[in-house]
């Protein structure tokens, strides 16, 4: 197992729509391994594979006090309500936003066994299968963005972070 460098804005693969996973052979398996490795060493809470440059439609997250999910060919078949919260995301380095997502999701995906899931999520899940299942489509929380005013600067950032981030910010949309 592998910790995969993980794609960083501007990079096309994080705007390309990922691809279905047709069967879940060695190399998919392998490619969930290094990813569960890669989520929690970043550390992360979801991963998707475009995320390190796979567009394959193959999600892990991993939340708190919990077992990792895997999801293949996941989407989402409902979504209720509607909140604001701040996210970040590990493709987008030193920076967070305010943005609206639902407050109830219902998701399908097949685990990594083939066996198919069926879920409804709350809270961090919620938030998680909406922002990675948007990286799977080539969407990105800052396209989320009522404006530019909505994205802020992280105020404490590790070495790796500051100097990724040294650079321009990435590209929100233009305000409405």
Known sequence: MAVLPI??????VLRQKAKRVRTVDASIKKLIQNMRQTMHAAPGVGLAANQ????VRVVVIGLPEEDDIVLINPQIVKKTGERKI???????PGYHGDVKRAVTVTAKWRDAT???VRKKATDLLAQALEHEIDHLDGVLYIDHLESADMLHKNEVQSAPEAEASATA????????
Do not use: M, N, Q, Y
């Not at 794609?7 to 096309?12: A, E, G, H, I, L």
């Not at 701040?86 to 987008?92: A, F, K, V």
């Not at 590209?171 to 409405?176: K, L, R, V």
């Open 86 to 92: 701040t996210e970040g995301c590990l493709s987008i």
């Open 7 to 12: 794609r960083v804005v501007p990079d096309p």
């Open 169 to 176: 910010p990435p590209t929100a949309p233009p305000e409405s």
């Open 52 to 55: 390190v440059g796979v567009p």
């Open 114 to 116: 083939g066996k198919e």
